[in-house]
């Protein structure tokens, strides 16, 4: 049973009072808050599908980061692990950050810059991890062309609307996988893998910026995660003349910490759409999309906008910013 005695047989840290569940994220895993006589500890719980394969660059990116106060420290267990075992699941302990999430209406220039910088000193810290796995998990699958004859009227469901543009792009897409032309040529690197607002804390105590939830991490080209973490701060009821300003402010404090090279700047949104396309339908496939609509209609709705404004944001990219 997990308990404070889970924390002290383990960690070797006296908790005074009961863990407390902070929240339950569904499939990924589960978080409790406790303390001892001097701060509070997050316990965190990898989703019982998760193996030592993906917890273990997950603890090390944190445990990395945190060296550079871009993360919560992680706690070695007794073993000298940054994680341990009980019964079926993971755990692994850190420091709770006192701060708030900043929300994306509260985006002023100052905060937009702040983050741009701070996505960045990530990446390029974690390009520098000297832990290389062969075959990492990356998040990102290719459709079997041959074993999924998929047809676009079966990835759609009926009640989604709006959305025609896609099938054109589709079946490029499947062509352009069956003949192996997917040859995007960006460096891999560890990533977080699922930046976003929720997962980036504003400390109280200095106003630095922390990010947390590590489960995703992946070996992956950071364009990946650059067009990701914009496309959740800008405003998609707007296409990109309205959402400019967030770009070039991104863009130009980004790139004043790890600049881009040309090929990730014309490629960057091309690579993330198909991740997109990708991702649709090889999750899809596995389920109904009936019971993942909100999913679905998520990354539809990423998908109409990049198609709609593609050619704006190249030439962007392509400038000076």
Same mark, same amino acid.
């Given at each position: 049973?997990?308990? @404070?005695?889970?924390?002290?047989? #383990?960690?070797?840290?006296?908790? &005074? ?7 339950? !994220? ?16 997050? *316990? ?17 990116? !944190?445990? @990395? ?9 992680? @706690? ?22 006192? $701060?708030?999430?900043? +929300? ?11 983050? $741009?910088?701070? &996505? ?48 054109? !792009? ?11 032309? *997917?040859?995007? +040529?960006?460096?891999? !690197? ?8 929720? #997962? ?41 003349? $309205? ?10 404090? @980004? ?11 014309? $490629? ?7 991740? *997109? ?14 019971? #993942? ?8 709705? +990423? ?19």
């Amino acid at each position: 049973m997990l308990n @404070y005695k889970t924390i002290q047989d #383990n960690w070797n840290i006296k908790i &005074v009072d009961e863990l407390e569940l902070v929240k339950n !994220q569904g499939y990924m895993s589960r978080v409790w808050k406790c303390k001892d006589n001097s701060k509070e500890y997050i *316990l965190k719980e990898f989703a019982i599908r998760f193996d030592e394969r993906s917890i273990y660059p997950a603890c090390e990116c !944190q445990k @990395y980061l945190a060296l550079f106060g871009l993360a919560p420290n992680v @706690y070695y267990t007794k073993d000298m692990m940054l994680y341990c075992k009980i019964d079926k699941h993971f755990y692994f302990l850190s420091d709770k950050i006192e $701060g708030t999430n900043i +929300k994306s209406r509260n985006l002023s220039k100052e905060i937009i810059s702040c983050l $741009g910088k701070f &996505v960045a000193s990530i990446h390029l810290r974690l390009s520098t991890m000297n832990i290389h796995l062969e075959d990492y998990h990356t998040w990102f699958e290719v459709p079997n062309v041959e074993r999924k004859k998929i047809e676009f009227k079966d990835l759609i469901a009926s009640d989604i609307s709006g959305y025609s543009f896609l099938e054109e !792009q589709y079946y490029y897409f499947l062509k352009f996988v069956s003949n192996k032309h *997917l040859n995007f +040529k960006f460096p891999f !690197q560890f990533i977080h893998g699922d930046m976003h607002l929720n #997962n980036i804390i504003m400390s109280l105590q200095n106003n630095d910026l922390k990010i947390i939830d590590f489960d995703q991490v992946s070996f992956f080209p950071r364009v990946y995660e650059i067009g990701r973490f914009l496309l959740t701060i800008i405003n998609l009821e707007k296409d990109f003349h $309205g959402n400019i300003k967030i770009f070039q402010i991104f863009f130009h404090a @980004y790139t004043s910490i790890y600049p881009l090279s040309k090929d990730e700047k014309s $490629g960057m949104f091309d690579y993330y759409y198909f991740c *997109l396309i990708s991702n649709v339908i090889c999750y899809y496939k596995e389920y109904e999309v009936k019971d #993942n609509l909100k999913f679905v209609l998520e990354r539809l709705q +990423k998908m109409r906008w990049i198609n709609e404004n593609i050619n704006l944001i190249k030439e962007f990219l392509n400038s000076d910013f």
